[in-house]
C-alpha cells in the first residue's frame, strides 16, 4: 500500500472501525457498498481528503465509483495532485 492508501486506511480505521483487525481492511474492501462509510461518514472522509491532500473533492465524486475502496480513493487523490 502506498504512502497515500495507507494514510486513507490510517483514517478509515480510526474513525470508522476502532478495534478492527487492520489486516482486514485492504486496498480492495469495499467500503460504501459494504456498509463501512455512509452518507455522513463519506462527506467526513471528502473533507478530510480536502485537508490533508489538499485537493478539492467535487460533489460528484463522493460516489462509490470514486470512494468505494481504499484503492480507488487513492486513485481519485492522486488524480488531483500537482504533477
Do not use: W
Amino acid at each position: 500500500m502506498d504512502p497515500i492508501e495507507q494514510t486513507i486506511k490510517d483514517f478509515i480505521l480510526e474513525s470508522y472501525l476502532l478495534g478492527a483487525d487492520p489486516s482486514q481492511l485492504t486496498a480492495d474492501t469495499p467500503l460504501i457498498t459494504g456498509g463501512i462509510l455512509d452518507s455522513l461518514a463519506t462527506v467526513q472522509l471528502s473533507l478530510f481528503l480536502e485537508q490533508h491532500f489538499h485537493v478539492e473533492i467535487a460533489p460528484h465524486e463522493t460516489a462509490t465509483d470514486y470512494l468505494d475502496t481504499i484503492a480507488l480513493i487513492g486513485q481519485l487523490v492522486r488524480s488531483k495532485l500537482p504533477s
